[in-house]
């Protein structure tokens, strides 16, 4: 198995909502990631997991929480978002935070 | 403040011919370099990476060049195919560096690539 899996693939919620985003990987990685992309723009880093621990916060507002339940598996939680949070959610994946990182196909999310 | 930047929104090719997509950067602690492949709807694809301790890196038809004094690297893919036509980012990590930021990828703006049969 050498993909980054995401669910789901689309995601409608209003600003009362709570969702959650999930990042599923079987190569054996140390490290996890997302990202957010907007149109035309490159990916922005949000949080990293190293060894799953939170290692990177890039200063992301509390209405998004990730967690990393095991080595696996990366979750984002969501809650209270707003209209401009809508965005292409990535979450990636490498062997450590050194080495190349492997994205998956990245969750759409519109906020009403 | 842009510290990788790709100057050039948009390429076109002929099919068969070299496709050259240019990349600047300007953190001087910046290491390790990479390329990645984007289709529309689809998570970035790991194309080919690069350690500021090499000045060249084949894989294929994609060769990636470093030139570390002049803080610019380059990605040639020989010969072009329609099926390469996506955008293309390029993205730089400051590894030595270590720190807080370990591992943080900083990507350029990325460039379209547009491939004619």
Redesign the interface.
């Known amino acids: 198995d050498t993909e980054?899996t995401?669910t789901p693939k689309h995601l409608v919620m209003g600003m009362t909502n709570k969702k959650s985003l999930k990042c599923e990987q079987h190569m054996g990685h140390r490290?996890m990631y997302w990202y957010k992309q907007k149109a035309?723009?490159?990916?922005?880093?949000m949080f990293?997991y190293?060894y799953e621990k939170l290692?990177?916060n890039e200063s992301v507002p509390s209405r998004f929480s990730p967690e990393c339940p095991n080595s696996s598996l990366l979750n984002l939680h969501l809650h209270a978002l707003q209209p401009e949070d809508s965005a292409l959610y990535?979450c990636?994946s490498?062997q450590?935070?050194?080495n190349?990182?492997?994205?998956?196909?990245?969750t759409?999310l519109t906020v009403l | 403040d842009q510290q990788v930047k790709q100057n050039s929104p948009s390429l076109s090719v002929q099919e068969g011919r070299i496709s050259i997509l240019n990349c600047d950067y300007t953190n001087s602690m910046f290491d390790y370099f990479l390329w990645y492949k984007k289709y529309p709807a689809e998570g970035p694809t790991f194309l080919i990476s690069i350690s500021s301790i090499k000045d060249k890196n084949e894989d294929g038809r994609f060769t990636v060049f470093l030139n570390k004094s002049a803080k610019h690297l380059s990605l040639h893919i020989v010969p072009s195919q329609p099926g390469d036509s996506a955008v293309y980012f390029c993205a730089a990590s400051a590894l030595r560096a270590g720190g807080t930021s370990y591992g943080k990828l900083t990507f350029g703006q990325g460039t379209i690539l547009t491939v004619h049969p």
């Open positions: 980054v995401q490290a035309k723009k490159p990916p922005e880093l990293v190293s290692s990177i990535l990636a490498s450590d935070r050194d190349e990182q492997f994205f998956g196909p990245g759409r």
